[in-house]
Nanobody, 117 residues
Framework: QVQLVESGGGLVQPGGSLRLSCKTS????????MGWYRQAPGHQRELVAV???????NYADSLKGRFTISRDNAMNAVYLQMNSLKPEDTAVYYCNANHTFWGLVYWGQGTQVTVSS
């Protein structure tokens, strides 16, 4: 069973930055498509960013230029650098691993990000 553990969330003022980390137990981590999703109160869970095993990325249009996803295959980890945070970024952020070849999907427990003055 692949485990995903997010960390790095917390309270930050508007305009501030946070770096989220997702550490996995996957021995074949490099084969997974990794992503960050978020869910705000009263909203559906939405895609934030994804990164392929080779480092190709895609972002939600509204987040381009502010958020950066990266991965370290040697450390079995994926990161989300969040800059210029806005109150509307407040949500629980979830790490996702998707081994599309085998149809395996895993989710972390989520980490709370609150942007407020």
């Amino acid at each position: 069973q692949v485990q995903l553990v997010e960390s790095g969330g917390g309270l930050v003022q508007p305009g501030g930055s946070l770096r989220l980390s997702c550490k996995t137990s996957a021995n074949i981590f490099s084969q997974y498509l990794m992503g960050w999703y978020r869910q705000a109160p009263g909203h559906q869970r939405e895609l934030v960013a994804v990164i392929t095993s080779r480092g190709l990325t895609n972002y939600a249009d509204s987040l381009k230029g502010r958020f950066t996803i990266s991965r370290d295959n040697a450390m079995n980890a994926v990161y989300l650098q969040m800059n210029s945070l806005k109150p509307e970024d407040t949500a629980v952020y979830y790490c996702n691993a998707n081994h599309t070849f085998w149809g395996l999907v895993y989710w972390g427990q989520g980490t709370q990000v609150t942007v407020s003055s």
